[in-house]
């Protein structure tokens, strides 16, 4: 059956390749998983373990967790959509994405290893006033995780349902379900470390799957990229830019403020920023990026063939009157290659993306209530011995609940612009926030508190009155109209405005304190006196 074919017959029965063989795979990853994080539960036993893995793992392999914890189902259905139906500004969120691990490698993931221990509230509190600054930086690690976690629940919600057969909400509601009881299952049982294997396999299938299918699809053309190329630009996918943005001057502003959120957001993303803990060294950390971004780099390479190859193979018609549209470029792909065989395993790669990246913000998300929020801000840093992992666990389901009734709610409707918001969040509250607190002496706690507030505030404000929320056919709510702020993305106003509010609420405070400074400037480049760095010896 052609891709053509299986459209129909999927308008037809509401299933996409062969219900049954879905299921299977979807069951062989669950099982295979759940045994890893069986076997890393044993020695789970303190907080260290909990939240950071114990700081056991390699540079290696948290560089390949961090990849399975960065690439999500944005980054395989969705590029690869946007490059089969607009070519080369589709390609653009590759590079942005990738970019951002730059700012990460050289001005973030050492300094900020060597001077926290557990969560990003570790480094900015270190010389501020704590309970104010831990409580600020959690609300912002929350809000960034739950809008993370709504887009990937909603997600994983359309996508079960369509390989499945499952047809109304009410299904697709227990779909959703499903998915945040074994999230939380993952967290629960095997906390960080087992949450890192499950990310190391999601991470080693999906580079396999996109690799498989790349040389697939550049057999159809002798492994001439050049011709590949032009049969997707004949079908539809431009080579040049202005397919998707660049009609207008308000349309190219609002790409430049989406680069900007992806570019400085994933420096501040606090479920990655995480996962710089759970190496043993500085070096390490160093280690992680390198191997994170030669693993990132490489997929969006692989995607650039098979959004192309969607476009040439399947064409961008066929893919925008699929279930799900752009999204389903790539099962399409599958399907056109290798039957229903293929589609079948593509599709259990999206189905593990999710499942490891919702881990993944749970994870961070219930360490950064347990720690700084019960830990540190309530009991004071003197919480009962093994009462702050009990409470983590208690944080993790409570979380998922939110997360489960949220996908709920959302599913069904354009969730796209949560991610934005989390990447713009992320880069607005907490970017300038770190970056202030490891190299302006100067930077004190109403600076901190007025940039994580403010930026949080300014960013969701102008996200609720944005063209993504209303006013636009693709907005989340198409019908009504309250916009007023033309672009889609804040990023562009958002981050500048928290960069400015840190400057200023530090510069109308006296507070400073010299010695602490000098101590978080030893540490944060040397490793000298970093928790971690004790506990590693």
Request: proline letters at 3%; hydrophobic letters at 55%.
């Amino acid at each position: 059956m052609s891709a053509p074919g299986l459209l129909l017959a999927a308008e037809s029965s509401g299933t996409v390749g062969n219900r049954y063989l879905n299921i299977a795979i979807f069951g062989a990853f669950v099982v295979v998983t759940l045994a890893f994080v069986l076997r890393a539960s044993r020695s789970n036993r303190s907080a260290a373990d909990m939240y950071t893995g114990g700081g056991a793992f390699s540079g290696r392999q948290n560089g390949i967790a961090i990849s399975g914890d960065y690439l999500s189902a944005a980054s395989f259905l969705g590029i690869a959509g946007a490059i089969a139906l607009f070519g080369y500004d589709g390609f653009l969120y590759s590079i942005g994405f990738l970019v951002a691990w730059l700012v990460a490698l050289l001005l973030v993931a050492e300094l900020l290893r060597n001077t926290g221990r557990f969560t990003m509230a570790d480094v900015l509190a270190f010389r501020m006033r704590e309970r104010p600054v831990r409580t600020a930086a959690a609300t912002s690690t929350l809000v960034v995780s739950f809008f993370y976690l709504l887009a990937q629940m909603a997600g994983a919600g359309g996508l079960v349902a369509l390989l499945l057969d499952i047809n109304g909400k009410g299904g697709q509601a227990v779909v959703i379900a499903l998915v945040g009881v074994l999230m939380i299952a993952y967290v629960l049982i095997g906390g960080m470390k087992g949450t890192t294997y499950v990310q190391i396999i999601k991470a080693a299938l999906l580079i396999a799957g996109a690799a498989l299918m790349t040389v697939w699809v550049l057999s159809e053309y002798s492994f001439s990229l050049s011709e590949l190329l032009g049969r997707g630009a004949e079908a539809g996918a431009a080579l040049e830019s202005g397919a998707q943005y660049g009609a207008t001057e308000t349309s190219k502003i609002d790409f430049l403020s989406l680069g900007l959120a992806l570019v400085l957001g994933t420096a501040g993303l606090p479920h990655i920023l995480m996962r710089f803990y759970t190496v043993p060294t500085a070096r390490e950390a160093r280690r992680s990026v390198v191997w994170a971004i030669a693993l990132i780099g490489l997929f969006y390479l692989l995607t650039l063939v098979l959004g192309y190859g969607a476009a040439a193979l399947v064409g961008p018609d066929t893919i925008r009157a699929a279930p799900g549209a752009a999204n389903s470029a790539a099962p399409l792909l599958a399907f056109e290659l290798g039957g229903t065989v293929l589609l079948g395993i593509i599709s259990a790669v999206a189905f593990a993306t999710i499942l490891a990246v919702v881990a993944g913000l749970t994870i961070t998300a219930s360490a950064s209530f347990a720690h700084d929020i019960y830990a540190q801000v309530l009991k004071r840093g003197e919480p009962e011995p093994g009462k702050e992992v009990r409470v983590a666990r208690l944080a993790a389901v409570v979380i998922g609940a939110v997360a489960i009734a949220g996908g709920i709610a959302a599913n069904g409707q354009n969730v796209a612009f949560l991610v934005a918001l989390a990447f713009a969040v992320a880069a607005s509250a907490n970017l300038p926030t770190i970056l202030y607190s490891l190299f302006w002496k100067g930077f004190n706690t109403r600076g901190c508190l007025w940039s994580i507030y403010g930026g949080l505030a300014i960013t969701i404000t102008l996200i609720a009155f944005s063209p993504a929320v209303s006013g636009d056919p693709t907005a989340m709510f198409p019908d009504s109209d309250w916009s007023w702020f033309p672009l889609k993305n804040p990023g562009i106003v958002s981050i500048p405005a928290s960069f400015l509010l840190g400057w200023l609420g530090a510069k109308t405070s006296k507070e400073h304190d010299a010695a602490k400074y000098a101590e978080m400037e030893v540490r944060s480049l040397t490793g000298a006196g970093s928790t971690n760095e004790v506990a590693a010896h």
